[in-house]
């Protein structure tokens, strides 16, 4: 073995790819009984829809090498993302746009006339320089929109108070002043045609790979943890940074949710594939509706049933997936120390969301292992 490479996210996965075409021999552990980390899917056995496992993941990018490098493995349809939110028992388009405004605003006005209103509603604070959650999504879009559609969703999705929250987590939305509601900017879209699963497992798919499920890197009792082999053999690590060295800089916080799944016998349960419910009166954050990511899949898509998720999100324990890096002051102290120890360990590379505690779309977590192949590894 060349590299051994623990955790079979898109981040690990792109990595054992690169260095098996590079004439390595790899081996990738996972702990989970199936390759793919967060972005793995499988079908539903009683209606053959797609579920995604952890969340429902969209793929989209606007980077190049990263778009020419996932089409090497799969194809992807023309889906482009929508998101919808029902406030108050009334339906809007997300992200904030034209049509969000007039709608909420009872009013018909132009784009010029639509900036100004906002303008005058976010004087309160300058976007540009906010440096919190509350102060930069105020400084956007005005109280009256914030408190509407993102203050309590926030506070659901992330228990934490938006003045502690990075103002980066909501500069992932756009806000535009046209009718545009597509979720997302970028110049590439799409869902792979045959399914997560299979995109995933064709990139683990090499004579030079060995993949070993349901194997812990911390499980004294299986021969690659971690005492038997740091320092013996190139290590790249992508589960959480704080696990890896015990917590001895303290624990890091994630958050988790809880998907609750339901199976109906219904052709169509709301339209759409994502239905947000930024109000404090319903529990869950959003419903996602499978069905929705793929009309192309006509049988499947007409069929009398349908599946969804209600998404619930909560503080992740020790025992909990880790999913989102929460990020307040006191983590990204605890991040540098955690960083610092990193660089003191003998030939182990930290990458992907949890090895690197980052907010990282797949595209990014792609992206980010291409550089460490080519500037660290190769
Ligand atoms: P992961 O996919 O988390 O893989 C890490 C792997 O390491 C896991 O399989 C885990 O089992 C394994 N592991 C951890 N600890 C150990 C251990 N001790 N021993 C062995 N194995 C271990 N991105 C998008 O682009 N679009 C989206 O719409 C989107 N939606 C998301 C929704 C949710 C709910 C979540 C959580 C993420 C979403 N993402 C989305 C992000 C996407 O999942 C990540 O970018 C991608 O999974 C990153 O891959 P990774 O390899 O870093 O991590
Ligand atoms: N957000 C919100 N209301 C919404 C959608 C998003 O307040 O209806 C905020 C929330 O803080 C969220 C952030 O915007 O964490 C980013 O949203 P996104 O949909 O990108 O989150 P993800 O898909 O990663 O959960």
């Not at 102060?135 to 228990?159: H, S, V």
């Not at 002043?177 to 997560?196: I, M, Q, S």
């Not at 540098?336 to 980052?358: I, M, S």
């Amino acid at each position: 073995m060349d590299l051994l490479v623990v955790g079979s996210g898109l981040f690990g996965l792109t990595i054992a790819e690169r260095a098996a075409e590079a004439g390595r021999k790899v081996t990738i552990i996972d702990r989970r009984h199936h390759l793919g980390g967060n972005a793995y899917s499988e079908a539903e056995p009683t209606t053959g829809i797609e579920v995604h496992r952890y969340g429902a993941h969209l793929f989209h990018t606007s980077n190049e090498t990263v778009w020419e490098y996932v089409n090497r493995f799969t194809k992807f349809t023309n889906y482009q993302h929508r998101v919808y939110s029902t406030h108050k028992g009334i339906v809007y388009p997300l992200p904030i746009n034209l049509g969000t405004i007039n709608q909420f605003f009872d009013a018909a006005y132009t784009p010029a006339e639509a900036r100004a209103l906002i303008a005058e509603q976010a004087g309160e604070f300058d976007a540009h320089s906010a440096t919190n959650l509350e102060e930069r999504g105020i400084g956007l879009i005005g109280r009256p929109l914030f408190e509407a559609f993102i203050r309590d969703y926030t506070a659901k999705q992330w228990q934490t108070d938006a003045r502690e929250l990075p103002a980066s987590i909501i500069s992932r939305l756009p806000v535009r002043y046209t009718y545009d509601n597509r979720y997302f900017n970028d110049t590439y879209e799409g869902l792979p045609v045959d399914g997560y699963t299979a995109w995933l497992e064709r990139m683990a798919d090499h004579k030079n790979i060995e993949v070993k499920l349901s194997t812990d890197f911390f499980d004294e009792s299986q021969p690659l943890h971690k005492k038997a082999v740091v320092g013996q053999v190139p290590i790249v690590y992508t589960g959480p940074v704080d696990r890896y060295f015990d917590y001895e800089a303290g624990a890091l916080s994630w958050r988790t949710i809880d998907l609750e799944e339901e199976v109906l016998d219904i052709q169509d349960f709301q339209g759409t594939s994502v239905m947000n419910y930024p109000d404090a009166d319903a529990p869950y954050t959003r419903i996602h509706e499978f069905k929705h990511f793929h009309p192309e899949r006509k049988e499947i898509f007409a069929q009398e049933k349908t599946v969804i998720h209600r998404e619930f999100s909560r503080f992740a324990t020790r025992d909990d997936e880790p999913y989102y890096p929460v990020n307040t002051p006191t983590d990204r102290e605890g991040v540098l120390a955690y960083r610092e120890l990193g660089a003191g360990e003998k030939d182990v590379h930290f990458g992907g969301r949890l090895g690197t505690y980052q907010y990282l779309d797949m595209h990014m977590a792609i992206g980010s292992a291409l550089s460490m192949w080519n500037n660290q590894l190769a």
